[in-house]
């Protein structure tokens, strides 16, 4: 009979390299986002991490983190989604119809947009689970649908403005309490209660591991890793706050990030997913509703690029024939650079938001050093690539 | 019960078995028999379609309709080609043997991962599966261990029923006997288990009682002390004329 718990008695320094290296990907994958992030903050010298860059670079993603969290579910369900720059779009075109020319009040309008999303996931989501026919080819179509919808909506021509209510969704930031000081300190103290929770329920995790004899991170790695954290979270919303405070989206964002991690870690509906997308066959013949599920994951991403559409067209003030072009490669792109895998039942939330972020943080840098538009693009394939082949490189050793 | 493809062809006819506490009963017969379809059908009708019959369970009319519903009837099937249709490969042992009954590691909805954890060692040491831990990838499994994490998912399903369709193939020795001894234990403590194996010497080293298919149907039917090799392959040529 083998141990069960494992390798107690090996010493320290050798337990944490091993574990390093079988949680390669999850460490890889943020380091290589902070070591992205210091390249660009000494190359733009300190450009990158002033307050209002920072609070741009969050406005900037927010709509492609939303989305990736969304499509990071299709991916790892085995599927593609490639209608969710244009739904993103077609949405934003009916929120600026809906509230430009029928005047209507931003929050039923806003929910009817989303209601809109849930509608074209539902039609995508039926013909891809029921009908059978490849998402590729049904969301391709969609694209195409979609995108000759909002041009349509909108008679070719930019609506706009907004009412001002309805662009505090993606311009506005959480109130201040204690007004007065430089420091906007609700944002602050938001920032470090949230470090903090991070930690106590990192540390109830890690006792309920040991409980069960399960192996856990070595207790220095867990120690560090959860400091520099910390230390991360506090040390960003000190930079936000000494702006303009939390912008409101984060916090839509940093729920919604939350939500679905913990969706996909923890609960029977994540894990059904999983093997759906790992492998359907079985997933069936273990009493797993396939299709239900195929088309339930469609829905959900067509509800979150309605909320991407709703905060992108916020942003802009207004609603062009234009807007979402595009995003779904940044989008898809994001998932991958986060470790998801092309065949499905492998990929991690948090790997999808990091990939959005150094996506996003490549973007903004090389926009302030000036890197024209043309070799941005050739930078960020060749990133997409590499992130990919070190994922196969690792799998294959 | 009709072919998926070729919708006017019959797979299964006229087929009507039992299978009592406690006893192993088998299904012996050549490939293509339609044996595993038949099983497959009964099993939340994961085949074929225009499935016509009827499921009892102690007198009792049950709905197998779906996968589902079968299981939670208590009826298991263990399939034949466990890469394709019976595991995750590219997951964990601990998340393939919790895949069919998730309820029992959950509370609404909430998978308790310590619990999980402590069900697959459960089942690894009752099964003796060979791994360097539950956290392992079924895919660098052997095939005989890959078959008790099959077995172990069944079996944490909690059934009175379990199918077992070619549950030695292609699987060592060792483990082929480690499997066997694990059947007639299950045996023993009154499961029913129908047993479908193109291994003449396995049926009858292991069953209480054996059906015969050919061609879509039964053929014959024998205790176990009355079959012989000659016997059931006597009934399929015969069948065949």
Known sequence: ?397 | MFHPIHRDREVVKGVSLNVKRGEIVGIAGLMGAGRTELAMSVFGKSYGHRISGSALMNGQAIDVGTVQKAVDHGIAYVTEDRKSLGLVLNDTIARNTTLAHLDGVSKTGVIDEGREFAVANEFRAKLATRCSGVQQLVVNLSGGNQQKVVLAKWLFSGPTLLILDEPTRGIDVGAKYEIYTLIAKLAEEGKSILMISSEMPELLGMCDRIYVMNEGAFVAEFPVAEASQEKIMRAIVKSGQ
Request: glycine letters at 10%; hydrophobic letters at 55%; charged letters at 10%.
């Open chain 1, 1 to 397: 009979m083998e141990q069960t718990i494992p390798t107690v008695h090996t010493e320290a320094p050798q337990r944490i390299g091993h574990f390093l290296k079988q949680n390669l990907r999850e460490y890889g994958m943020l380091m290589s986002l902070v070591a992205i992030m210091v390249l660009f903050q000494f190359m733009t010298e300190g450009t990158l991490l002033q307050p209002l860059n920072l609070t741009n670079l969050v406005l900037q993603n927010s709509y492609i983190v939303i989305m990736a969290l969304g499509m990071l579910l299709v991916i790892v369900a085995g599927y593609i989604d490639l209608s969710v720059g244009s739904v993103c779009g077609f949405v934003g075109a009916l929120a600026a119809v809906l509230m430009v020319e029928y005047h209507w009040h931003f929050i039923p309008a806003s929910l009817v947009c989303l209601a809109v999303g849930a509608a074209v996931g539902a039609a995508q989501g039926w013909f891809v689970a029921y009908f059978r026919i490849p998402s590729f080819i049904v969301t391709l179509a969609g694209m195409l649908v979609f995108k000759g919808l909002a041009l349509a909506l909108l008679n070719g021509q930019s609506v706009g403005p907004f009412p001002d209510t309805f662009q505090k969704l993606s311009s506005g930031f959480i109130p201040d309490w204690f007004s007065g000081s430089e420091l906007r300190l609700t944002s602050l103290l938001l920032g470090v209660l949230v470090a903090l929770t991070m930690l106590v329920m990192g540390w109830r995790a890690r006792g309920n591991q040991q409980l069960h004899g399960m192996e856990t991170e070595p207790m220095a790695l867990f120690v560090v890793r959860n400091a520099v954290f910390a230390a991360i979270l506090v040390a960003l919303s000190w930079l936000l706050a000494s702006y303009k405070g939390l912008p409101n989206v984060l916090i839509i964002m940093f729920a919604l990030m939350v939500a679905y991690d913990f969706v996909t870690s923890r609960t029977t509906l994540g894990r059904r997913i999983y093997a759906l997308g790992g492998n359907e066959k079985a997933a069936r013949l273990s009493g797993i509703r396939t299709e239900r599920l195929a088309f339930y994951t469609f829905v959900n991403m067509g509800v979150l690029a309605a909320l991407a559409g709703l905060v992108f067209a916020a942003r802009l003030n207004t609603a062009t024939p234009k807007a979402g072009l595009g995003f779904e490669l940044d989008v898809i792109a994001a998932c991958f650079i986060g470790g998801a895998s092309a065949s499905g039942g492998v990929g991690k939330v948090m790997g999808a938001v990091i990939g959005a972020f150094v996506m996003g943080v490549m973007n903004n840098g090389m926009s302030i050093l000036g890197i024209g538009i043309d070799y941005q693009q050739v930078i960020k394939g060749l990133v997409l690539l590499a992130a990919v082949c070190v994922d196969v490189y690792n799998k294959n050793k």
